[in-house]
């Protein structure tokens, strides 16, 4: 897609600021975008940085990551999103991406600070994975050094419990990225497919919700690479709250149409921008516009996008390893293909012309 030139108002503006009640707001809010090629992500990012409080309550300090030409930009901010010089100036950056995810917060675990502002990044084998979370999760709230056991075997109990990765700031979404990463760390001694880590993740996820089915609230993003976005949803609301925590998508793809944010008065029409190589998935806690179709997550849905859609079936995710966009590592060994296909039945002449 082209790059489309638009920007938040000057910071400098009279903003409108909205006053709700701690127990009916949204906790926070995600906005994620895939793409089947380098896209310019200012339409989306122009109307969800005026939810960071303009147009909603969400002033705590905001967060982004770009993938880039396979390298990572890192944007942070503990100011609102609306009126955040920074924000002002990642709109107008002329940047195009596969793959980014952003974050606006509103506190309720951890102070105010830099070290609290989500999306949170990590290296594993070699590869940068980041992770951003609205929700509230009470395992890791109560107890931020849990370990997850979930993926371990019979044969696995004398492996010691090692925290790899700890939380720098003292929220229990960082808590949870870490616990997920320390889990998958200690699982595997080689760098899995992406079948094998889908699994892996689900289970992960099951664990964390079945701690406390009814309090908590996990909807998260996570990348490990400049291709894919993992998206997973357990929605619900705060009690008391009528509120709604959840995600929703919508797939943007050939023949393009006109768009309309929900949040300011702006208008794209996306047939002069593009062509027919074109998709884009963009992923946010409530629709970002209100003229085209937004798809809610089921509870407990694990979805990884890739190339700008949505991919489910065992033979779409062993298909994005097969196209190299899984997860890539220079220091650790990948695991065979050819095996983990075996485990899953799977018959590789399936795909025609891989290279397995």
């Not at 303009?54 to 944007?75: A, C, K, M, P």
């Not at 694990?302 to 700008?308: A, E, N, P, T």
Request: proline fraction near 5%.
């Amino acid at each position: 897609m082209l790059p489309i030139s638009m920007s938040p108002p000057s910071p400098h503006h009279q903003q409108r600021r909205i006053v709700h009640q701690t127990q009916s707001a949204l906790l926070c809010q995600l906005l994620g975008m895939n793409c089947a090629t380098p896209t310019d992500f200012n339409f989306s990012f122009s109307g969800f940085c005026r939810r960071g409080g303009e147009t909603d309550i969400h002033q705590d300090g905001w967060g982004i990551v770009i993938y880039e030409n396979g390298s990572l930009r890192q944007f942070h901010d503990a100011e609102p999103a609306s009126t955040s010089l920074l924000a002002d100036f990642v709109c107008r950056l002329p940047i195009r991406t596969l793959n980014m995810m952003s974050h606006i917060r509103f506190a309720t675990v951890g102070e105010v600070n830099l070290s609290n502002v989500h999306p949170f990044r990590r290296e594993m084998w070699g590869i940068d994975f980041c992770f951003a979370h609205n929700g509230e999760v009470p395992l890791f709230d109560q107890c931020p050094n849990h370990c997850l056991t979930s993926l371990l075997q019979d044969d696995d109990e004398g492996l010691e419990n090692v925290y790899y990765y700890n939380p720098v700031g003292t929220t229990d979404s960082e808590a949870t990225f870490c616990a997920i990463l320390n889990a998958l760390r200690q699982k595997f001694d080689k760098v899995p497919s992406v079948p094998v880590l889908y699994d892996s993740m689900q289970k992960l996820c099951d664990e964390i919700v079945d701690s406390d089915r009814e309090g908590t609230i996990l909807n998260f993003l996570l990348t490990c690479g400049s291709h894919t976005l993992w998206v997973y949803s357990w929605p619900g609301s705060r009690p008391g709250s009528k509120v709604w925590n959840g995600l929703h998508y919508t797939t943007r793809e050939y023949p393009f149409h006109s768009h309309h944010l929900c949040d300011v008065d702006i208008t794209v029409d996306f047939s002069t921008r593009t062509s027919k190589e074109d998709c884009v998935s963009v992923i946010a806690t409530k629709p970002l516009t209100d003229d085209e179709e937004w798809t809610e997550l089921e509870r407990g849905e694990l979805v990884l996008f890739d190339r700008g859609r949505p991919q489910r079936s065992v033979v779409d995710l062993f298909q994005v390893d097969i196209d190299g966009h899984g997860l890539q590592s220079n220091v650790v060994e990948k695991s065979s293909i050819e095996d983990d296909m075996k485990t899953y039945n799977i018959d590789p002449s399936t795909f025609q012309g891989a290279c397995i």
